[in-house]
């Protein structure tokens, strides 16, 4: 088969697609990735794809999950000497459903945000589209590839940035850490310096570079995992609370990286986090779960603007202060101190709450977003609430198909499963479904 295109190629004419639908195809961004060894021409809905040689072009739906299911099952033991003899003899197990039925599609180049109370199996979801554990039910694709057959040319395409776990060398220097992942990947010579420089100068991490790991600040490190991560220009990255224990200030540049990559470089991102402002200056596109259940899959905008309708607000004073009496309404104090007064008020009425107290002549007044994990349980009891009462789900823009049931969340209940990786692999290898 000869490797040119024939030029009097034309999949519009061929297959007369409509008018609005060639000029959206055009717009279309192209991929290259190694599929097979004939030339197809399909056309599906809204978009087209032709396949020549070992090239295959496509609108990429880079994630794809269907009824995904991740079952646990764990040993429970009575305490003391007496539970742990009888253990040997009868041991009891329970099943704990981490994540349940979750349908999930991410296109090229999205930034979803992932978001849900600790527990809800949100880093579950994550080692299943990364291949470290498999699904007990359900189908999985991810750029093509089943994850957990662990294909290296999958595991080139992807990272992963966990922020409680990290990825370096800490004995080593900046530079040589770079160096030993630019082996491991093994990438060129010069794209390895191109990379490097781009991502040092946008991290402004200069000075660093032939410092020791282990004298980094936090920031600096996770600014490190970053380009650890990207250094073989991954398709996808996955971010779990990469902002977790930053200040202020290292959450802010983080965010600016971010998004610079996503915009630039084209590079899917899938982030999980618990702060409110990671979400809605990243995340056009949020999925919120909860006790294993995708509750809600739509805009960023719309799910605040639907479920969250409190805001936080902090006074503090340089001299004590008894009680204040308020006039406002829809303000609860949630703590009292002499030097520190803590509100939570209605959103329509942040603003006069703010005046009022400006009257006092604070040192400093702070408003925050409400807590992220007061919005999942209230999208969770609008749409148990929505059940019960026969009118459909509590969300315009919740998931189809997910089940809130009383068996279900309490199967998916508590912390996530702590396995161990290889533990998981042994394990599960044997229970994945395609």
């Known amino acids: 088969m000869s490797g040119e295109e024939p030029s009097t190629f034309s999949p519009y004419n061929s297959l007369k697609m409509h008018a609005a639908v060639q000029q959206k195809a055009e717009l279309w961004k192209r991929k290259r990735i190694r599929r097979g060894d004939h030339d197809i021409l399909c056309f599906q809905g809204q978009s087209w794809s032709f396949l020549r040689g ?98 290296n040319e ?44 781009y991502f040092v100068r946008l991290f402004g991490v200069e000075e660093l570079m032939d410092v020791q790991v282990r004298t980094l600040s936090l920031g600096e490190r996770m600014k490190m995992e970053l380009i650890v991560a990207l ?26 990286f971010l998004r610079e990559i996503n915009e630039e470089k084209g590079t899917t991102i899938l982030l999980t986090s618990h702060y409110m402002e990671d979400i809605k200056a990243l995340c056009r596109r949020t999925v919120v779960i909860n006790r294993g259940v995708s509750l809600y899959d739509g805009p960023t905008d719309e799910l605040f603007d639907r479920y969250q309708k409190n805001r936080k607000v902090i006074a503090t004073f340089e001299h004590p ?24 008020a209605a959103i329509p009425r942040t603003r006069e709450l703010f005046a009022e107290l400006m009257e006092y002549e604070p040192k400093d007044i702070v408003v925050e977003e409400e807590d992220l994990g007061a919005v999942v349980e209230r999208i969770y009891q609008s749409e148990i609430a929505a059940q019960e009462t026969g009118t459909g789900r509590g969300s315009g823009r919740a998931v189809e198909g997910a089940e809130v049931s009383e068996t279900g969340a309490t199967a998916a209940e508590g912390k996530e499963a702590t396995e ?15």
Request: positive net charge.
């Open 420 to 434: 161990t990786d290889s533990a998981e692999q042994k394990s599960n290898k044997k229970g994945g479904c395609r």
């Open 321 to 344: 202060m008894g009680q204040i009496a308020l006039k406002t309404n829809e303000v609860r104090q949630i703590e009292d101190e002499p030097y520190k007064k803590v509100y939570e």
């Open 54 to 151: 070992k090239e295959f072009y496509m609108k990429n739906k880079v994630i794809e999950t269907q009824g995904l299911v991740k079952t646990y099952r764990r040993y429970r033991k009575r305490e003391g000497i007496r539970g742990s003899l009888a253990s040997l003899w009868k041991r009891e197990y329970e099943e704990k459903t981490a994540v349940n039925r979750v349908n999930l599609s991410v296109e090229e180049g999205e930034f979803v945000g992932l978001i849900g109370p600790n527990g809800a199996g949100k880093t579950t979801l994550i080692k299943m589209l990364t291949g470290i554990i498999a699904p007990t039910e359900g189908s999985i694709d991810v750029l093509g590839y089943y994850p957990n057959d662990l294909r």
């Open 231 to 256: 250094l073989h220009q991954p398709k996808i990255l996955f971010l779990d609370e990469p902002t977790i224990g930053l200040d202020a200030v290292a959450s802010r540049q983080i965010r600016k």
């Open 154 to 197: 999958f595991k080139k395409q992807y990272a992963v940035v966990m922020g409680q776990k990290s990825q370096l060398f800490f004995e080593l220097t900046v530079n040589d850490t770079l160096r030993l992942f630019k082996e491991i990947y093994e990438i060129p010579e010069k794209e390895y310096r191109e990379t490097k420089d």
